[in-house]
């Protein structure tokens, strides 16, 4: 059974995924293109984290970053490659989404890359009605990256 659950960022199996998110992100995308927030930007108070497990092994995980404008930003989805197809990206969104809603957000936002090994990622988000969008927040304008908003209220 899947399980997503608050986590505090403090065993070391969610600092090995966190590692191997940075890694995925590297290896796709330039270096001054990558935007993920490394474990230490995790534990903002501004940000909330989930770990995704079944059966006692962690499988994936996904944050909320409050941009305190009654909005915010999706960061750090990520499920382990072997399980990659199964729907547990749509598990995770789906909690991210309802927990905005809870939160009264009107809307949500998200950068992701613009190559092809991204091709998934957007076609999730463009799923739940994610529109893409120009830069928001401290982004510009990059090859490398798409930006996606959806409006809550």
């Known amino acids: ?3 997503i659950r608050p986590d505090d960022l403090s065993s070391q199996d969610m600092a090995d995924l966190i590692a191997v998110h ?3 992100m590297l290896a796709a995308s330039p270096p001054e293109s990558c935007h993920f927030l490394p474990i230490d930007g995790l534990r903002q108070p501004a940000v909330s984290v ?3 497990w079944d059966d006692g092994a962690l ?3 996904g944050a909320l970053k409050d941009l305190g404008d009654g909005t915010g930003e999706i960061k750090s989805m990520h ?14 969104l789906e909690h991210i ?6 939160r009264g957000y009107i809307s949500l936002w998200l950068e992701t890359g613009s190559m092809d090994a991204f091709t998934p990622a957007r076609r999730l988000y463009e799923a ?26």
């Open 1 to 3: 059974m899947i399980d």
């Open 22 to 24: 940075a890694a995925t």
């Open 50 to 52: 989930w770990s995704m």
């Open 128 to 153: 739940y009605g994610f529109n893409y969008c120009g830069p928001f927040g401290d982004y510009s304008e990059d090859p490398h990256s798409v930006f996606m908003t959806l409006t809550l209220a």
């Open 59 to 61: 499988i994936g995980c």
């Open 79 to 92: 499920t382990r490659e072997v399980l990659r197809g199964r729907g547990l990206g749509r598990r995770m």
């Open 97 to 102: 989404l309802a927990e905005a809603r809870r």
